[in-house]
């Protein structure tokens, strides 16, 4: 294996010429806007940033595109990038001003420097426990938007403390901050000194800003080392040598080691996979390709680990993606239609679909009714617990895939749940403590849509999709955070008892008043009916601060009623 190196621009050029390819085994692209930011902020400071792997090839094999745009290129030999994907498509992009494409759509990777940055590293990295890349649709997976809880001083505070942050229309028109991609554009200071109000030399900011402004520009020299594969190693080879750097790495999780794996043996699938995916996306269930996958895995094997999947045909992954694909389109439509799920959002896990599809392919689609209603009672019941959610999930899904591949019917599936809750009904004590990451925090949504919950003030029922941010559904703390501070803990504000659904501008005008105040204009205004079909007592006395923690026991005890008769409903 032979050693190089290259220059970030030099990179980032070979990309746009077309000389730097992405060969089909290679995953997406899937960082978030942070993650860019947290890589310019370590090459800004002269941090390593590990070493990229390519493959020198005359081969004619399966490409795939970049998330950024690239020229032809019109030579035959090749260089394929194996490593380092997700870094220089992100510098790319920042580098060259140029939207990235994720899932079908192009967003640009806005970035702000701050001018004024501290000397000093002041924010340290933050980390998120379950680590991992996730497919970067910045709101996927979230139910609804929080309210701001932080005032603007705070976060202005908190941003004057770092170096780079993802862009906000706010920041933008403050002085000290600029575009990254603006500064790679020109080599001229004076537009950012100007917008900085410094009018000249003996300005005391000018050598600052100059030389800080140069050391941005500077990332484009940062030199990384490249490990080039040989030109005799087949495409075969080179993509055990791929499963093998990411495992040992544990850069990649399983289901893109399966890609690799799976577009080695079945040359051009990866379009194949990605059109399905598309297709489902369309029809609101923008699902991640790695739940596709396994959803193959389930029809071609009957469980869901990739552990053999280097062992199957061609043949047989076909004729099982075929299959697959019939059975997650069953799965879609029964989850809007029976279950009211019409988000992946309302679900606790995407593993709940696999098996819908299973169970749907077993009964060759033609289900009785009482199965369809037993089905609909098990899904529902499976994702308000989170099923899926608890221990290994996999283990969890493998064994309900097991069940159906054993003739299973839907009372065995029941049967299971019962096993690993104890007990299905949703009791108050159940929802204590609980937050909106909670899975009965999503049929909460579900069951008070079903029963007609809508705005306070607009009137509109509670959906997802909502257009214009004065419409747009956030969860709502009845008892404003900013009023309980000091005399509850977050954890107590953060209470599912103490959350409604309304839409931005109710949220905004009730703001941070008390209940007592809000609620019973309301109430005398339109009636308890809409607060009741979100189980709200609007009793007087139990709307003020002393007795909030009475209000959240009620509360439960009617949103553990409403809950049980939704998930008991007849589809």
């Known amino acids: 294996m032979a050693k190089a190196e290259a220059s970030v621009e030099e990179l980032v050029s070979m990309i746009e010429r077309g ?91 806005d970035l702000l420097f701050n001018l004024e940055h501290p000397d000093q590293l002041a924010v340290v990295t933050e980390v998120e426990e379950n680590g991992g890349d996730e497919d970067d649709a910045e709101d996927d997976g979230e139910l609804i938007g929080d309210e701001m809880d932080s005032t603007e ?27 990254v991609s603006d500064v790679f554009k020109t080599d001229n200071d004076a537009p950012f ?35 080039v594969l040989e030109r005799t190693l087949s495409y075969d080879e080179v993509t055990e040598i791929f499963v093998r750097v990411n495992s040992l790495g544990a850069k990649l999780r399983s289901s893109d080691l399966a890609l690799a794996q799976i577009t080695a043996k079945w040359r051009h699938s990866l379009q194949t996979f990605q059109d399905f995916q598309q297709a489902c996306a369309k029809t609101g269930f923008d699902l991640d390709l790695g739940l596709h996958l396994k959803n193959l895995m389930a029809f071609a094997t009957g469980q869901s680990r990739f552990q053999i999947v280097a062992s199957l045909s061609v043949e047989k992954l076909q004729k099982a993606w075929q299959e ?28 709940l679909l696999v098996v819908l599809a299973y169970f749907g392919h077993s009964r060759n689609y033609a289900l009785g009714n009482d199965e369809a209603r037993q089905l609909r009672y098990w899904a529902l019941a499976a994702n308000a617990k989170g099923r899926f959610s608890r221990g290994s999930s996999e283990t969890i899904l493998d064994q309900d895939l097991a069940t159906i591949r054993n003739g299973g019917g839907v009372n065995e599936l029941i049967d299971r749940l019962r096993l690993q809750f104890g007990h299905l009904e949703i009791t108050p004590e159940e929802l204590e403590g609980r937050n909106q990451r909670s899975a ?67 949220n905004r005008a009730i703001s941070d008043k008390a209940p007592v105040a809000y ?15 979100q189980c709200i007592s609007v009793e007087e006395e139990l709307l003020v601060l002393d007795h909030y923690k009475a209000f959240l026991q009620e509360r439960r005890k009617r949103i553990a009623a409403a809950l049980n008769a939704f998930i008991h409903a007849t589809a």
């Not at 997650?328 to 439509?333: I, K, P, R």
Request: hydrophobic content about 40%; some cysteine; glycine content about 6%.
């Open 324 to 351: 697959a694909c019939e059975g997650m389109e069953f799965a879609l439509n029964f989850a809007r239609s029976n279950l009211g799920i019409d988000s992946p959002a309302l679900l606790s896990s995407p593993f």
């Open 440 to 506: 009965l925090f999503k049929t909460m949504f579900l069951a008070f849509r079903a029963a007609g919950a809508k705005d306070w003030r607009s009137h509109l029922a509670i959906a997802l999709d909502h257009s214009g941010s004065q419409h747009r559904l956030q969860f709502h703390h009845i008892f404003p955070k900013a009023l309980l501070r000091g005399s509850y803990t977050s954890r107590e504000a953060d209470d599912i008892a103490n959350l409604a659904f309304i839409g931005g501008k109710t």
């Open 193 to 227: 000194l100007k917008r900085a109000g410094v009018s000249g030399f003996d300005d005391p900011r000018y050598e600052k800003y100059s030389q800080r402004l140069a050391r941005l520009r500077g990332i484009r020299k940062y030199v990384y080392r490249m490990d």
């Open 19 to 109: 000389e730097l390819r992405l060969p089909e085994m290679q995953r997406q692209y899937v960082w978030r806007s942070t993650r860019v930011r947290d890589l310019l902020d370590s090459l800004y400071r002269g941090y390593p940033s590990g070493a990229i792997l390519l493959w020198e090839t005359d081969e004619a094999v399966p490409l795939q595109d970049f998330a950024v745009s690239q020229s032809t290129n019109p030579y035959q030999s090749t260089r394929l990038l194996l490593d380092g994907q997700q870094r220089l498509t992100s510098l790319s992009a920042v580098i060259r001003g140029e939207p990235v494409s994720v899932r079908g759509r192009r967003r640009p990777i």
């Open 153 to 179: 001083d705070e976060l202005l505070k908190r941003f004057n403390k770092m170096t780079f942050v993802v862009a906000t229309r706010k920041l933008e028109q403050l002085p000290q901050w600029v575009k």
């Open 519 to 533: 609620l019973l204009p309301l109430v005398a205004q339109h009636g308890a009916a809409p607060f009741a079909a």
